[in-house]
């Protein structure tokens, strides 16, 4: 299986690592290479206000990590999904370990959000994706930004193989 269309994914520019790492000592001999990609949406959403609160709070932000399809479940092979808010504010620090993976946060900046994803098999490589959302500024209710992007995992084991595969 080639997984050369798979690279334009993997652009050092944006600070991502798409990648995943079987660090194990299964040998590769044995079962082959293998290459699978899932596509996983990393977006925001600004959540409804009360209509009683001032113009002058923060709004709060919905954050998330979905997989694309509508069938597919992250949670099968995702254990836990680590936000970072801001990479000036080191405490802003948010962990989703079950699914949905999501937090809500007041976003006042267009920082960028760190996306640390950790897998189900722990060795596995953990992935990290930058999301810099632009709406995230004055808005109305409702209003959203997501980021199409992919996971891609080198030579899962077996197990993980047979999560990501159904």
């Known amino acids: 299986m080639s997984y050369t269309h798979l690279l334009p994914h993997q652009n050092v520019m ?3 690592q798409r990648v ?6 299964e040998n590769t001999a044995i079962y082959g290479r293998c290459v699978i990609s899932r596509d996983i949406v990393l977006g925001c959403q ?28 992250l949670a099968r092979f995702v254990r836990q999904v ?9 405490l802003r620090l948010h962990v989703a ?6 937090i809500s946060e007041v976003l006042a900046s267009d920082f960028p959000v760190e996306v640390q994803v950790q ?17 995230v500024r004055e808005g109305h209710s409702g209003m959203s ?12 084991p077996a197990a993980m193989r047979v999560s990501l595969s159904s």
Do not use: H, Q
């Open 14 to 16: 944006d600070d991502s």
């Open 20 to 25: 995943s790492c079987y660090r194990g000592s």
């Open 46 to 73: 600004m959540e409804v206000s009360d209509l009683d609160l001032p113009d002058i709070m923060e709004p709060t932000w919905s954050v998330y990590l979905r997989a694309s399809g509508k069938t597919d479940d």
């Open 82 to 90: 680590t936000f970072r808010m801001s990479p000036r504010l080191p």
């Open 97 to 102: 370990d079950s699914a949905p993976f999501e």
């Open 119 to 135: 897998y189900v098999d722990s060795s596995m490589t953990p992935t990290t994706y930058m999301f810099k959302p632009r709406v």
């Open 145 to 156: 930004e997501e980021m199409l992007d992919k996971m891609i995992f080198v030579n899962p």
